[in-house]
């Protein structure tokens, strides 16, 4: 018997329940899991936008969500996959569990670009975290990377 669902991992707006509604009414929360040896960042040409960089001995936190066929083409298109992201298949701890899990990753034209997140975006996440009982540290952390980075580069 052929499954008729995928399991995302998100790790950014994707993660608020009021954001996933509008673009995939018929995705369903499944939980919080860890995506272990990856951090989270923000590039893009003008402001940043969340990604995900392979980064051993860190983790961050992802909601899985149970998506269908019609909401992974939503996702694709919110995404502008495959131009802006692409997918990749990654492994997730999730509840003493491993599971894998579709998530988008910032394709390398526009990941080469360190960028700012507006306001507006990081508070988008941290209700998503809030929404979800995720600890913030993590994504201050990312923020405050980027910030640090940007200044480095500026004084070099």
């Known amino acids: 018997m052929r499954k008729n669902f995928k399991i995302y991992a998100a790790y950014a707006s994707n993660m608020s ?7 995939c009414p018929f995705a369903r929360v499944i939980g919080v899991g860890e995506l272990e040896d990856y951090k989270l960042t923000f590039r893009g040409i003008r402001k940043g936008i969340a990604t995900i960089e392979p980064c051993q001995g860190t983790s961050i936190p992802v909601v899985l969500w149970r998506i269908t066929e019609k909401c992974e083409k939503a996702l694709d298109r919110f995404e ?10 990654v492994t997730i701890k999730f509840q003493n569990h491993i599971v894998e899990a ?20 990081i508070e988008m996440i941290q209700q998503a975290y809030d929404d979800h009982g995720i ?16 200044a ?3 004084n070099a």
């Open 17 to 23: 329940l009021q954001q996933m509604a509008q673009r």
């Open 80 to 89: 502008d996959c495959p131009k802006v992201y692409r997918k990749e298949q």
């Open 102 to 121: 579709m998530v988008y990753v910032m394709t390398d034209k526009y990941c080469n670009f360190l960028s700012k997140p507006t306001p507006y975006y």
């Open 135 to 150: 600890i913030r540290d993590g994504l201050f952390n990312a923020v405050q990377d980027v910030y640090r980075e940007l």
């Open 152 to 154: 480095i580069r500026k």
